[in-house]
Structures are given as structure tokens and as C-alpha cells.
């Protein structure tokens, strides 16, 4: 007997149109927060994201690291269509 080992991957994986996150308060809805854009990494970076995201909304001061990733950056509008 002989088996064959396979892999399948059936996901979605967001990616925003710059190729950076997407993390932070949606522009004109207060109150609600993303954190997506993170492609075929996001299982890498869930952890980091989870905290510096749960920090920023306890505080409401934004980590350094995460202003980079702001929604309203100007090169996703850039980008849009």
C-alpha cells in the first residue's frame, strides 16, 4: 500500500492595494476597528496584531509601530479606483 500526500488551501487572503495591513479605526465609523490586509501572513503577525491593536483601543494612544498601517493613509486612497 502507498499513500499520497496532498495540500489544499481555500481562504481568503486580504491584501490591501499598497500591500501593507490594514490596522486601525475605519475612517468616518467611529468605533470600528480593522485589522486585515495581512495576505498569507496573517497567522504570523495575528499575535502582534491582537495586542498592539487591543492596546491602542484601551488607551487610545496608537503604538509607533502600528502607524504605518493607518486606514486613512493617503496611499490607499491613492490606490482606489
Request: glycine share 10%; charged share 20%; proline share 9%.
Amino acid at each position: 500500500n502507498s499513500a499520497t500526500a496532498t495540500t489544499d488551501t481555500h481562504s481568503l487572503r486580504p491584501r490591501s492595494r499598497d500591500g501593507k495591513f490594514i490596522i486601525g479605526e475605519a475612517p468616518g465609523c467611529p468605533g470600528f476597528w480593522l485589522a486585515t490586509g495581512h495576505d498569507s501572513i496573517g497567522i504570523l503577525y495575528s499575535t502582534m496584531t491582537g495586542r498592539l491593536l487591543s492596546r491602542w483601543i484601551r488607551t487610545g494612544e496608537r503604538p509607533a509601530l502600528l502607524a504605518t498601517f493607518d486606514p486613512a493613509r493617503p496611499s490607499l486612497a491613492a490606490a482606489a479606483p
